[in-house]
């Protein structure tokens, strides 16, 4: 088992006012690996104001700023990464348009989508959803099995999404995923986004000390 795993944030899917505050005190509150700009429904214009108003933000803190959906707009803004679903264009053209940023790629529960994502040149393949989840209507489930099987046999490391939160991350942490992608755990947060960022992170850190106790 690799007990290794950091958190992986995504923006909500609507940036609520003062956002910039908020994200810079979630990030200032606990480790954060990446943070990936989801904006669903704004405007190609809304998304290059979002990504120059936050982008400096993720990377003053060593936090990979990562633009959801558009791997040409990635590049073009000098994000660090992209992440593609199944549906977000050609994965070959994306590797060569991002050359050395990171390119994600979804591969639900499979597989097959996660070795082809491998052979594509992914830096991380991302498994979900594991848990229902509020932020988006997902049709695809992946299960716990898909983590610890792609661990044993890859080296590209693994994203978990969908659901997770502090109270039930311990097996995915457990399982071998390298990262875990949260939305709702941290912004709707009773006590607010830092204390979600550190929820998280103590989850991911206890279930961490037990696996590597195993
Ligand atoms: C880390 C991570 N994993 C999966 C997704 C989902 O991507 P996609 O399937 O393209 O769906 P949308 O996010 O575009 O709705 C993700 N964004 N990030
Ligand atoms: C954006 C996204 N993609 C998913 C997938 O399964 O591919 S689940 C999901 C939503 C993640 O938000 P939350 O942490 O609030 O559940
Ligand atoms: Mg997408």
Request: proline share 6%; with cysteine.
């Amino acid at each position: 088992m690799d007990p290794d795993c950091r958190l992986y944030l995504i923006t909500p899917p609507v940036l609520p006012p003062r956002f910039a505050w908020q994200l810079a005190q979630a990030l200032d509150a606990g480790d954060v690996a990446s943070l990936q700009l989801r904006l669903k429904d704004a405007t190609p214009d809304e998304v290059r104001r979002a990504i120059e108003e936050l982008m400096p933000i993720a990377q003053a803190r060593d936090v990979a700023f990562l633009l959801n959906d558009d791997a040409a707009l990635a590049a073009e803004m000098g994000c660090d990464g992209a992440h593609l679903g199944q549906s977000d264009g050609d994965h070959v053209a994306a590797r060569a348009l991002l050359k050395d940023r990171i390119l994600g790629i979804t591969c639900h529960g499979s597989r097959h989508l996660a070795m082809r994502a491998g052979e594509q040149g992914a830096d991380y393949v991302a498994f979900g959803a594991f848990f229902p989840t509020a932020t988006k209507e997902v049709s695809e489930a992946a299960e716990m099995e898909v983590l610890e099987w792609w661990s044993e046999v890859f080296e590209v490391p693994s994203v978990a999404i969908g659901g997770i939160t502090a109270a039930n991350c311990a097996p995915l942490v457990q399982a071998g995923a390298n990262f875990l992608a949260v939305v709702g755990a941290v912004w709707n947060h009773p006590e607010g986004p830092a204390a979600g960022v550190k929820a998280m992170n103590q989850a991911i850190a206890a279930a961490g000390a037990m696996a590597a106790e195993d």
